[in-house]
C-alpha cells in the first residue's frame, strides 16, 4: 500500500522558518518524483517545489524560489521542505505527492496528475 506521511506544520511568525517531512513507502523512492503543492483557503492547489532522488533534479515556484529548500533522504525515503523567512501568503495546507515522471514535467503539469498523495499537514504563518 502506498504512504505518504506529511508532518512539520504548524504556527509560526512571518520571518520564522518550518521544515516540513514526507515519509514515503510502498513504493521505489528512487523511481518517482516527490511535489510538495500547497492549497490556501478559497485558493486552487499550486505547485511549490519537486525532487527526483535518482538524479537530483529539483523545481521551485517563483513564489518560494530562495526562500524554500527541497532534500530527500533516500536512506529514509523521506523528502522534507526546508521553509525559511515564511510570510503569511505562504499560509496553507502543504501536501507531497509521488509521480513517476521526472520533475522537469511535473512542475509544468496541473497537480491533478500526480499518481499519489498525501493528506496535508497546515501551516499558518501570522503577522
Known amino acids: 500500500e502506498v504512504q505518504l506521511v506529511e508532518s512539520g506544520g504548524g504556527l509560526v511568525q512571518a520571518g520564522g522558518s518550518l521544515r516540513l517531512s514526507c515519509a514515503a513507502s510502498?513504493?521505489?523512492?528512487?523511481?518517482?518524483?516527490i511535489g510538495w503543492f500547497r492549497q490556501a483557503p478559497g485558493k486552487q492547489r499550486e505547485g511549490v517545489s519537486c525532487?527526483?532522488?535518482?538524479?537530483?533534479?529539483?523545481y521551485y515556484s517563483d513564489s518560494v524560489e530562495g526562500r524554500f529548500t527541497i532534500s530527500s533522504d533516500n536512506a529514509k525515503n523521506t523528502v522534507y521542505l526546508q521553509m525559511n523567512s515564511l510570510e503569511p501568503e505562504d499560509t496553507a495546507v502543504y501536501y507531497c505527492?509521488?509521480?513517476?515522471?521526472?520533475?522537469?514535467?511535473?512542475?509544468?503539469?496541473?497537480?491533478?496528475?500526480?499518481?499519489?498523495w498525501g493528506k496535508g499537514t497546515l501551516v499558518t504563518v501570522s503577522s
Open positions: 510502498g513504493f521505489t523512492f528512487d523511481d518517482y518524483t
Open positions: 525532487i527526483r532522488s535518482s538524479d537530483g533534479s529539483t
Open positions: 505527492a509521488a509521480d513517476s515522471r521526472e520533475c522537469t514535467v511535473v512542475a509544468v503539469s496541473p497537480y491533478y496528475g500526480m499518481d499519489y
